[in-house]
């Protein structure tokens, strides 16, 4: 084999390193962005699991449980919207792992206290 040949070789490979080097990079970037994205994600199902729960706790006028000590659940009431007789409309806001969620529902009166 001649000498250009083998340097040719060589070179070569060397790309084919270097190709493959950064394909590695690429796709472990990504898949560390895709773990972040699903973790995040849970997170936000995880909150508004949780806020669904303590208003339809409220709801059937059952007292909040209290929340996991990452969590944090807050009721408000809303002085906007329909009123109707024996009912308040209150805003459930829910935090898990920092991200936070709010829902708006009806409950009786006397839910917003417990």
Known sequence: MS??????????????LGVCSTLM????????????????????RAATRLAEESLGR????????????????TVNGVEQGQTIPGFKWIRVSATHNGHAVRLIGLAPDAAEGK
């Open 3 to 16: 000498f250009s040949r083998r340097g040719f070789m060589l070179f070569d490979s060397l790309i084919a």
């Open 25 to 44: 990079i690429v796709i472990a970037t990504t898949l560390h962005s895709e773990q972040n994205a699903s973790r995040q994600l849970a997170d936000i």
């Open 58 to 73: 409220l709801q059937q006028g059952l007292p909040l449980e209290k929340p996991q000590s990452s969590d944090q659940v």
